[in-house]
């Protein structure tokens, strides 16, 4: 899942940190104790590198693509891909269905087919038509033998849910290692772990893609956090037209279109990354029900409309520091 942030800088954050590009996002790391930078980088890049082979939808040796080759047969997943699907079914059963992974062959027909660096920002028109995904009830996944079964034909697509979960095992990861508060932000999915500095991890919400030392151009703010996680979803960051439509990498499992536009980004805190990153993406398919959802489900979020305008539910921090 691609949205936008930025990290609120200091002197000593500028000298823990590290970033570099990985997963088709900017990877960012911060530790609290730069003398242990080194080691949890090279955790984290182990760590991406794992979670690339194992649920890349653009790699053809990876072991998610093998499944399209299942035809309906049982399959023995490894320990890494058996809970990154695990963790997408959870996310589809939380969100009601909103957060799908068997999307997989409608977001390939409407032109993500490939990393997104390669998909052209322009083509011809697409013969799209509203038709329902397999859905998530028909992918059955025994947790003691690893065992998957799903429908022949069903493509996996856990663009959604691996990269909030991979930031949260991550900063767990690195924390527990090396003694040492973390942050790590994959694109729009930051995880903490750890002890937080003072005044905890300040992080920057904004509404255009953007890397922490830049400027943020449009609507933004500035808020803290202290643990769990925090996602931005966007229908900006990822789009391409295909004819007059213009299209973007979040669908509607319900008709294999992308929604209505009523939300550019919507931004969640949650206890885990993952569970940020599945709220506000559901955020975005449920169109003009997502505040209403957000405040019932207890979830501090700020949404940001088509036009500009920021709405805010469910306690997300009034002091936020403006940054626009």
Known sequence: MTGQWGKAWTAEDAAASAGWTALGCWVHLVVTD????EAARSMLAADLAELDAACSRFRPDSELVALDGADGRPVQLSPLLAVAVAVALRAAELTDGDVDPTVGEAIAAAGYDR????????GPP?????????????????????TLTMPAGTRLDLGATAKAWAA???????????????????????????????GGWRIRVQDVTGRPEEIPDGPSAVVAITSGGLATSSTTARRWRRGGDLLHHILDPRTGLPPAPVWRTISVTAATCADANAASTAGIIRGDRAPGWLAGIGLPARL????GEVATVAGWPAEALSAG
């Open 126 to 146: 697409l013969n799209l038509a509203v038709r329902a995904v397999p859905g998530w009830r028909q992918v059955h996944l025994d947790p003691a033998s690893r």
């Open 34 to 37: 730069p003398a242990v930078l």
């Open 168 to 198: 949260d095992r991550a900063a767990d990861r690195i924390a527990e290692t090396v003694g040492s508060g973390v942050l790590v932000g994959l694109g729009g999915d930051i995880a903490v772990a750890g002890q937080a500095p003072p």
């Open 304 to 307: 940001v409309s088509v036009d």
């Open 115 to 122: 990393d997104f660096s390669l998909v052209p920002p322009d």
